[in-house]
């Protein structure tokens, strides 16, 4: 299966299933659109006719043409066959029950009020609670205890906010920290925060221990301000950019990314990427938001053509910065043709629900941060471990090859089959298909191998 599109003066034939990307002339471009459907001699006749009048298209050239694309078939580079589909499930089930990584919510509370946060302004749908430093411990324990012969460890602070339960975060990774030795383990921390509480003790500790921080601002000011509220429904802006300043300035410019959302309010958001850049922040993310249909944040079907209109935009100006020396970097670009992710990445995903639980307050179990305070989607707890066998294969069922629609679909070994928490969401079931999420996906994919073309000097 091939993929072709026309982008910023790239003609790109992707090769899906062995990832081969040809960047070709426009007359190669239609003789592969046909080469699956004509004959040599029909192709090369439609090209004459097509290209009539061009000195530089002859019968000659168009046959030689024919042979190449023929070499790069042999070759395994174009047209090569889907050798993945049967190997999905086993691929998935081979790595048995490992968990490599835990989203500690460390924090079911926060001191904004955003509307349209997913975890109802951290409460996820329940009581608003702190974990406490025992249930924490247990959680980096049961990670331990399930980690098999795993050495590297993921774990994320999370909430709400967990910035207002600081104390047990540093508690919780020095005790990770004086196990790592005895334990043959090695912890690494992310930290997400709205950035209300980062002071110089937050700023210091991080700066030490954690691999990476993200930064929640949703760009320009009047945008950021319109959503992003305290209870007093005072906007947030004006205290956090100082504070993301002075963390990201004491961290060397590295290890952190702004994560953004956009809603319908601003579907236009490459003005807020542009304007975090002007701030000096160089890695950046914005995501579409999710939530109801009905939801006055909700994306429209006219707002999801402006915004793959304005992943073009991005992706052209991201060049223009990099040829100027002033580089940024957007997140859903980051694709590495050479050494990416492996073909079980590929086919299996982000491993929520298997190899990457959420854990709350209280120690219960859950796929990701997305289904907590959903009971249906409740896997166990810290001390008894995973008891909803079912549903946790459920989860493992989840791959590139599980939805009917993605079995044909060009992208589904850079999505791995899409987000299961987006699925469950927009259709009732973790094996639906969230259709704007899709589009949205492969125009981002488009344009990140666009830019590889480019960077290459390859058109």
């Known amino acids: 299966m091939v993929h072709q599109y026309k982008l910023n003066g790239c003609n790109i034939v992707l090769d899906t299933c062995s990832g081969a990307i040809h960047t070709v002339d426009e007359v190669a471009y239609d003789m592969i659109a046909l080469y699956k459907t004509r004959s040599r001699e029909e192709i090369v006749a439609e090209m ?8 530089d298209v002859t019968e000659a050239d168009l046959y030689a043409c024919l042979d190449d694309i023929a070499a790069l078939e042999k070759a395994g580079k174009l047209f090569s066959p889907d050798i993945y589909g049967p190997l999905a499930g086993m691929l998935k089930n081979r790595s048995g029950n490992i968990v490599k990584a835990l989203c500690l919510h460390v924090a079911h509370t926060c001191n904004l009020n955003c509307s349209y946060c997913f975890a109802s302004q951290g409460r996820f749908h329940g009581e608003r609670a702190l974990m406490s430093y025992e249930v924490g411990r247990r959680a980096l324990d049961f990670l331990v205890e399930n980690s098999g012969a795993r050495r590297n460890l993921e774990v994320d602070f999370f909430g709400g906010e967990p910035l207002m339960n600081w104390d047990v975060v540093k508690r919780l990774v020095a005790y990770a920290r004086s196990i790592e030795g005895e334990k043959g383990k090695n912890f690494r921390f992310t930290l997400t925060t709205n950035g209300m509480l980062i002071d110089d003790d937050v700023i210091d500790f991080c700066n030490r221990e954690m691999s990476n921080v993200v930064l929640s601002l949703d760009g320009r000011k009047e945008i950021h301000d319109r959503l992003r509220v305290d209870y007093a429904g005072r906007g947030s802006y004006d205290r956090i950019v100082p504070k993301f300043q002075q963390l990201v300035k004491a961290r060397g410019g590295t290890r952190y990314y702004m994560r953004g959302t ?25 995501e579409p938001v999710v939530c109801a249909p009905d939801d006055p944040a909700a994306l429209t079907p006219e707002d999801i053509e402006t915004v793959k209109e304005q992943y073009e935009i991005l992706a052209k100006d991201m060049l ?44 219960d179990l859950y796929p990701c941060h997305q289904f907590v305070g959903d009971e249906g989607y409740k896997l166990g707890d810290i001390w008894q471990g995973v008891t909803n066998t079912e549903l946790r294969e459920e989860f493992r069922a989840c791959n590139a090859y599980a939805r ?41 994919i488009e344009c990140a191998i666009m830019m590889k073309v480019k960077e290459a000097g390859l058109a």
């Open 48 to 55: 004459l006719v097509r290209y009539a009048g061009r000195e």
């Open 262 to 286: 956009f809603t319908h309010a601003n579907p236009d958001f490459t003005r807020d990427v542009f304007h975090m850049a002007d701030l000096g922040f160089t890695e950046l993310s914005m």
């Open 320 to 363: 223009r910065r990099r040829a100027e020396g002033h580089p940024i970097t957007f997140y859903h670009y980051m694709l590495d043709l050479e050494g990416g992710p492996c073909i079980y990445k590929r086919i299996s995903g982000c491993g929520s629900g298997t190899e990457y639980m959420a854990v709350t307050p209280w120690g």
């Open 404 to 444: 009917e629609e993605c079995r044909d679909c060009w992208a589904r070994l850079y999505c791995s089959g899409g987000c299961a928490a987006n699925a469950y969401h927009a259709t009732g079931h973790i094996q639906g298909v969230y259709a704007p999420g899709c589009e949205l996906f492969k125009k981002r």
